[in-house]
């Protein structure tokens, strides 16, 4: 229990996956899915952010010639990671929302259940 309060940025991402999870997993409707899935992707985001940050150190920008060596800077890949992961998610939401619109224009519902019901009978 100790370590959760001292990790707790850590221990607030894993709990934003699982309730993303769930709200994937649970619900029916389309746009709830989505915004589950968005959710886990945040969680990530947060968790990346976290462990790429390192106290004490600063921004990888080396101004007017004057690098301080390596212990200096934080690893910049995390942010890089989390940047690209961002428009990845940005880009992956758009295109599930344009799939989503489609799908409401051919059957009338959001909901996934309904149409797999509609299809058996």
Known sequence: MGSLLINYYESISVILFGIGFSILLLHKN??????GMNIMDVSIFLFLA???YVSGREVPIIEGNIFQGTDYYINPLPGG???TGIVVSVCMTAFALALTQKYYEKYNTLDL?????????
């Open 30 to 35: 389309l746009i709830r899915k989505i915004i």
């Open 50 to 52: 976290v462990k790429g």
């Open 81 to 83: 990671l989390v940047l």
């Open 113 to 121: 259940d309904e149409e797999v019901f509609r299809k058996r009978s």
